[in-house]
């Protein structure tokens, strides 16, 4: 399944009880399939809550947000949470806070939207499993607790467990948040290899601004004004890193897409 996502003029935000809260509006941009997506900006500019109206975890004020799947477009709107969950997985920032509960547990809950009511593995889905963390490099820690394990592992299995929901569409919220440095390459790198040789659609925010620069295939960066959207070439070449980075006593050097402090 090949899939990419369309917004249309969409408008991001929070109903009140007689009004909305805009936190981004007029927004006009694809995702595409097969590249690592990421998404920067300040804090507070509203990157987590566009995160959760594309998951459809909030509604969007106006616009639209189309799915097009194999050619054929559909409308988030349409969608009941069975198809969504077919479609989309989420992996977030915090911890999963879970005891006596094994790495191969936790993947096989990503199974949840094809089990049915009881949730019973079929020999296919055990194989579909076994396969999602052979994919993201932890079938030695397949027996272990969830909660032994360190914070890069654990954000491995949370990812082995969207891999199991087998959707085209892959979401995170600050996915390397917890890690050290050697960790974040990891992940960025596994987030890479898994959207190019898979083809999903991998779409993640993040604070690691120089990683995201090596690292991602398409950048959106988030300003209170306009989003820009571009390669990591793109964006410095139009000086718009620039313009985001530097500060006094910060300067981005736009060949290597790295920043320097001086000073």
Not at 5 to 24: D, E, F, M, P
Not at 34 to 41: N, V
Not at 59 to 79: A, H, M, N, R
Not at 202 to 211: A, C, I, P, R
Request: net charge neutral; hydrophobic share 40%.
């Amino acid at each position: 399944m090949n899939t990419s996502i369309v917004l249309q003029n969409l408008s991001i935000g929070y109903r009140l009880r007689h009004s909305a809260k805009t936190v981004a509006n007029g927004i006009c941009a694809s995702i595409r399939a097969g590249e690592l997506t990421c998404l920067l900006g300040p804090n507070g500019v509203g990157k987590s809550t566009l995160l959760r109206t594309l998951a459809a975890f909030q509604p969007k004020l106006e616009g639209t947000i189309t799915f097009c799947i194999d050619e054929k477009e559909v409308e988030v709107e349409s969608l009941s949470d069975r198809q969504l969950s077919k479609l989309i997985g989420v992996v977030l920032t915090e911890k999963p806070d879970v005891r006596n509960t094994t790495v191969r547990e936790i993947v096989s809950l990503g199974r949840s939207p094809y089990t049915g009511f009881w949730g019973r593995l079929s020999k296919e889905d055990e194989l579909i499993v076994d396969e999602s963390i052979r994919q993201v490099g932890i079938t030695p820690l397949a027996s272990r607790l969830v909660d032994t394990l360190s914070d890069g592992e654990r954000q491995k299995v949370m990812v082995a467990k969207a891999l199991a929901q087998q959707t085209p569409i892959i979401f995170l919220d600050e996915p390397t948040a917890f890690l050290d440095f050697p960790s974040k390459v990891e992940m960025m790198q596994l987030l890479r290899r898994l959207a190019r040789s898979m083809q999903k659609t991998v779409f993640m925010s993040t604070h690691d601004l120089e990683l995201a620069l090596q690292v991602a295939d398409t950048v959106w960066l988030m300003a209170s004004s306009a989003l820009h959207i571009g390669s990591p070439q793109q964006l410095a070449e139009n000086d718009t890193l620039t313009r985001f980075v530097e500060r006094e006593g910060i300067v981005f050097d736009r060949q290597s897409l790295s920043v320097r402090v001086t000073g």
